[in-house]
């Protein structure tokens, strides 16, 4: 079969990729054609807009510090090896079918259109494929989009009607599995992410080196001084260096961008993990790491979702002074691993059985 993925493909982002890839690489294992579709051109909500005002101030937040030029450097080598080396690696470009037996939306925020996104809003991301003879979803979330956000912006009946002419929906979070509820009157299936659900130790990069701390985050995310000051006390007492991947940060040791099997080394072979992110704690869970994860208002649906779902939410930094505490945390991965591992057959059975 010719199967077709609409997702974040194209997005500059580790976890983008990551998921990307292991779904593409799950469907073809089952024996179908496989390729990306990009997402189509919608509509942009006056308050979504990426205005320049909007725009300027992004930049300035990122680089208007002292060493500017590091930052500027570090961003464009991170562009530039997205654009010239890992999207290559992923296929992206690659479009040599017309017409698809089914397309895949999902994983990753595929529904959250509340947010200043280039591609606005589009029905396509809810199941409007033209050129597809069956459409479904797996894993797909509305990220911090909620119903009040479906009804503010007058979308209500479209994302409905799209949503009930897809065949079957999975998601992959409470927030997502209530809102297809509420649209469909029908509850959807919760599936885990990709790279939970995908086999990536043969992929997985060797690292050579010991005694430090991941720090996996996006730009200007952990800026808080407390925070900071707690994650930089407690590698200096426990003579840890501060890793940070993708993104450059003055306080930590050292920054690295490196290819996305790489980042897989650098998790699995991390002494800690500081995230706040879904992917930063996704991998952490996967190989069962002692890992702290601060959650943001923009991530606290899925976040919550995810942590709740394998026991882990004493994993939350509740306020700085916990960090140490929660890093030094030993959780019952016996438990996470056994749950994974039924998660990871209940999701292949579902792929299987939509993509026949």
């Excluded at 294992?29 to 997402?39: A, K, P, S, T, V």
Aim: hydrophobic share 40%.
């Amino acid at each position: 079969m010719k199967v077709g993925i609409l997702s974040m493909q194209k997005v500059m982002n580790y976890g983008s990729f990551l998921q990307s890839f292991a779904l593409k690489k799950t469907i073809e294992e089952f024996g179908h054609q496989c390729e990306f579709i990009d997402i189509e051109q919608g509509r942009i909500f006056p308050e979504l807009k990426r205005t320049l005002l909007f725009l300027t101030r992004k930049v300035l937040e990122r680089y208007c510090k002292w060493d500017v030029l590091r930052r500027i450097r570090y961003t464009y080598i991170f562009q530039q090896r997205f654009l010239h080396e890992f999207f290559e690696m992923l296929g992206t470009n690659i479009h040599t079918i017309n017409f698809f037996d089914v397309v895949v939306i999902g994983s990753d925020e595929v529904f959250n259109f509340a947010q200043r996104v280039p591609w606005g809003y589009t029905l396509q991301l809810f199941g409007k494929v033209s050129n597809a003879n069956k459409v479904i979803s797996y894993a797909g979330s509305f990220g911090h989009t909620t119903i009040w956000d479906i009804e503010h912006y007058g979308v209500k009946e479209e994302i409905s009607g799209a949503l009930n002419s897809m065949r079957a929906i999975s998601v992959r979070d409470a927030n997502s599995c209530e809102i297809v509820e509420k649209l469909t009157r029908n509850e959807p299936q919760i599936h885990v992410d990709p790279v939970l659900m995908f086999d990536y130790l043969p992929y997985v990069k060797p690292i050579d080196k010991k005694d430090y701390i991941i720090i996996y985050t996006y730009p200007n995310r952990i800026r808080n001084k407390k925070e900071i000051d707690a994650i930089k006390r407690f590698a200096h007492k426990y003579n840890k260096k501060l890793i940070s991947i993708g993104f450059y940060f003055s306080w930590c040791d050292e920054t690295i961008i490196p290819e996305p099997f790489e980042v897989l080394g650098y998790i699995k072979e991390a002494d800690y993990v500081v995230t706040d992110t879904f992917h930063g704690s996704v991998m952490s869970l996967k190989f069962n790491k002692q890992f702290a994860v601060l959650v943001r208002s923009t991530n606290k649906q899925k976040m919550i979702s995810l942590l709740s779902q394998f026991h882990l939410t004493d994993r939350i930094v509740d306020c700085s002074d916990s960090l140490e505490n929660k890093l030094l945390l030993h959780s019952d991965y016996e438990f996470v691993n056994s749950e994974l591992q039924k998660e990871r057959l209940r999701s292949l059975e579902f792929l299987r059985l939509n993509l026949q």
